[in-house]
C-alpha cells in the first residue's frame, strides 16, 4: 500500500519523497541499473536526487514504495486517442478494408464531443498503464489538448492533414502547433502532421519541411508503413516513401516516422544521410493483426543511431493502448525477425521504454530517466503478484513478467494522477456512460460517406 504521508508547510521540504523503492536508472553509457532501497526526491516537478538509503529531508508528500520498482513513465510514441471510441469495431479485417469499409466512413462522423470522450477515456487508460506522456496524431486537436490539460498527461499533438483538404488542412494543423506549444504548463508541445505520403503530395510535404524549419516545429508522420505501402510507391514514384521523405526535405527536419515496417535496405543509406533528429514508432501489436510480413527494422535503426520508440497506434487497429505489452512485443518480435533469442534483450526493451522513447518524442533531455534535473514522470510498480514471482532477473520481470495492471501509481511533474490504482483527474465512469449513448451515431455507415480513400 502506497498510502501518502503529508507534512504541510514543513519549511525547506521537497515536494514528494518516494522511499523504500527499488530506482530504475541509466547508467553513463546508457545501461540500465537498478539500485535497492532508494529514495527519489521531487522538487518542483523536477528528480532532485535518486539515491540509495533513507530520505535525508521531509517533504510535503511521502510515498512508501517498499516493495515496489520506480522507473521513469512510458511513452507512447504514436497513438490517436479518440480512436477508442472505435476499439473492437473493424476486427479480422486487412487494412485496405480496414480504412475504406469501417474506419474512414465512422470518422466521417465524429464530433468535437466523441473526440473529447474518446480522449478522456484514453488518457484514463494510459495512466493506469504507467503511460506519461503520448504522441498524438489526429482531429480536433484544440479538444485533445483540453483533455490533456485536465488529465495532467504530457503529451506532443499534431493535427493531421491531407492534401485533399488543399492548404487549409496545412494551415490549420500549423495554427494549432503555434497556438498550443509550451501550454498545459509546458506538457504539451507540437509537432506538424501531415497523414502520410501517400495522402499528402509532393508539395505539400516540402512545404511542411519548410513550416517546421521557419517556426521550429517537428514532424510527425505515417511512412513506410508496411512492405505494400514501398512496393506501391517504387511502382507509381520510382521512389520509396523514405526516399520520398528526403526529397521533399523532411528528413531535413526534426521528424517522427510512424511504423516504418516497409523501411528497406536501400533506405538505409537516406536515413543514415539524414540532416534533421530522426526518430521511428514502433507499434508491434497492429503489425501482427495485420498479418504484416516484417515489423520495424530495430537492429537495423538502431546501427543508424535513431531512436525507436515504442507505441500502440489506435486502439481502433490494436484495441488496446498498452505500452507494457508493446514492450513486451517489441522485444518479442525482433527475436523472431532476426532469428537471435540474444535480441532483443530485457534490458534493451526498457530502454526502448524510457530513454529511446523520450528522445523520440523530442523529450530525451526532460524525460526518459530518474535523473536530476528531469521531469518527475515517475510510475511505481508492484512485483509482489504470482505472476511476477520469484524475481531472479528484475529487467526480465518488467519486461515479460509484469502486466500495465501491475502500475500502482503514476506521477507526471510530480503530481500523483493515479494512486493505489485510484484514478485521480478522470471521471471513467461518467465518460464511458455518455460514450455509450453516442455510439449508434457515430458508428453508422450508412452515409456512404469516407474522410479520405485508402489507395497507398
Keep these: 500500500m502506497t498510502?501518502?504521508?503529508?507534512?504541510?508547510?514543513?519549511?525547506?521540504?521537497?515536494?514528494?519523497?518516494?522511499?523504500?523503492?527499488?530506482?530504475?536508472?541509466?547508467?553513463?553509457?546508457?545501461?540500465i541499473g537498478f539500485v535497492e532501497d532508494a529514495t527519489v526526491v521531487v522538487r518542483d516537478g523536477l528528480v532532485e536526487s535518486v539515491t540509495a538509503g533513507p530520505a535525508g529531508a521531509g517533504a510535503a508528500e511521502t510515498i512508501d514504495a517498499h516493495g515496489q520498482v520506480a522507473m521513469p513513465g512510458l511513452v507512447n510514441c504514436h497513438t490517436h486517442t479518440p480512436m477508442v471510441a472505435l476499439r473492437g469495431l473493424a476486427e479480422d479485417l486487412p487494412v485496405e478494408e480496414w480504412f475504406n469499409d469501417v474506419v474512414w466512413p465512422v470518422e466521417s462522423n465524429l464530433t468535437a464531443r466523441d473526440v473529447e470522450l474518446g480522449a478522456r477515456l484514453a488518457c484514463a487508460e494510459m495512466i493506469r498503464g504507467g503511460v506519461?506522456?503520448?504522441?498524438?496524431?489526429?482531429?480536433?486537436?484544440?479538444?485533445?489538448?483540453?483533455?490533456?490539460?485536465?488529465?495532467?498527461?504530457?503529451?506532443?499533438?499534431?493535427?493531421?492533414?491531407?492534401?485533399?483538404?488543399?492548404?487549409?488542412?496545412?494551415?490549420?494543423?500549423?495554427?494549432?502547433?503555434?497556438?498550443?506549444?509550451?501550454?498545459?504548463?509546458?506538457?504539451?508541445?507540437?509537432?506538424?502532421?501531415?497523414?502520410?505520403?501517400?495522402?499528402?503530395?509532393?508539395?505539400?510535404?516540402?512545404?511542411?519541411?519548410?513550416?517546421?524549419?521557419?517556426?521550429?516545429?517537428?514532424v510527425h508522420i505515417h511512412a513506410a508503413e508496411n512492405r505494400d505501402q514501398t512496393a506501391s510507391s517504387l511502382a507509381r514514384r520510382g521512389r520509396t516513401p523514405v526516399e520520398v521523405l528526403a526529397d521533399t526535405g523532411l528528413?531535413?527536419?526534426?521528424?517522427?516516422?510512424?511504423?516504418?515496417?516497409?523501411?528497406?535496405?536501400?533506405?538505409?543509406?537516406?536515413?543514415?544521410?539524414?540532416?534533421?533528429?530522426?526518430?521511428?514508432?514502433?507499434?508491434?501489436?497492429?503489425?501482427?493483426?495485420?498479418?504484416?510480413?516484417?515489423?520495424?527494422?530495430?537492429?537495423?535503426?538502431?546501427?543508424?543511431?535513431?531512436?525507436?520508440?515504442?507505441?500502440?497506434?489506435?486502439?481502433?487497429?490494436?484495441?488496446?493502448?498498452?505500452?507494457?505489452?508493446?514492450?513486451?512485443?517489441?522485444?518479442?518480435?525482433?527475436?523472431?525477425?532476426?532469428?537471435?533469442?540474444?535480441?532483443?534483450?530485457?534490458?534493451?526493451?526498457?530502454h526502448h521504454a524510457t530513454l529511446q522513447s523520450a528522445r523520440a518524442v523530442g523529450l530525451g533531455g526532460e524525460i526518459g530517466s530518474l535523473a536530476p534535473g528531469h521531469r518527475a514522470d515517475i510510475v511505481l510498480v508492484d512485483l509482489s503478484g504470482p505472476h511476477t514471482q520469484p524475481v531472479h532477473d528484475l529487467a526480465a520481470a518488467l519486461v515479460h513478467s509484469a502486466r500495465s495492471g501491475d502500475v500502482r501509481t503514476t506521477i507526471v511533474d510530480g503530481r500523483v494522477l493515479m494512486r493505489d490504482r485510484e484514478l485521480l483527474t478522470v471521471d471513467v465512469p461518467t465518460v464511458v456512460r455518455e460514450m455509450g449513448a453516442r455510439m449508434p451515431a457515430l458508428v453508422d455507415r450508412s452515409h456512404g460517406r469516407r474522410i479520405q480513400d485508402y489507395d497507398s
Aim: proline fraction near 5%; charged fraction near 20%.
Design 251 to 350: 528528413l531535413g527536419t526534426d521528424l517522427l516516422i510512424a511504423h516504418g515496417t516497409g523501411i528497406t535496405e536501400r533506405d538505409l543509406p537516406v536515413l543514415a544521410r539524414a540532416a534533421g533528429r530522426v526518430a521511428v514508432a514502433c507499434a508491434p501489436r497492429g503489425y501482427l493483426r495485420f498479418a504484416w510480413p516484417t515489423t520495424t527494422p530495430v537492429r537495423a535503426l538502431r546501427e543508424l543511431g535513431i531512436p525507436v520508440g515504442l507505441a500502440t497506434d489506435g486502439a481502433a487497429s490494436n484495441s488496446s493502448l498498452d505500452v507494457w505489452e508493446s514492450m513486451a512485443l517489441l522485444a518479442l518480435t525482433q527475436k523472431s525477425a532476426e532469428g537471435d533469442p540474444r535480441w532483443l534483450t530485457a534490458r534493451q526493451a526498457l
Design 132 to 218: 506519461t506522456c503520448f504522441a498524438d496524431h489526429y482531429f480536433a486537436m484544440d479538444t485533445v489538448a483540453a483533455v490533456v490539460a485536465e488529465s495532467g498527461l504530457r503529451a506532443n499533438l499534431g493535427q493531421a492533414f491531407f492534401s485533399s483538404q488543399g492548404a487549409e488542412g496545412r494551415e490549420r494543423s500549423l495554427d494549432f502547433a503555434l497556438r498550443h506549444r509550451g501550454t498545459a504548463g509546458g506538457r504539451v508541445t507540437t509537432s506538424l502532421a501531415p497523414h502520410a505520403p501517400y495522402t499528402v503530395d509532393d508539395a505539400d510535404l516540402a512545404a511542411t519541411a519548410a513550416l517546421a524549419r521557419e517556426h521550429g516545429l517537428p
Design 3 to 31: 498510502s501518502p504521508e503529508r507534512t504541510p508547510d514543513a519549511k525547506g521540504a521537497a515536494d514528494l519523497i518516494i522511499t523504500r523503492c527499488t530506482a530504475l536508472v541509466h547508467d553513463d553509457h546508457e545501461g
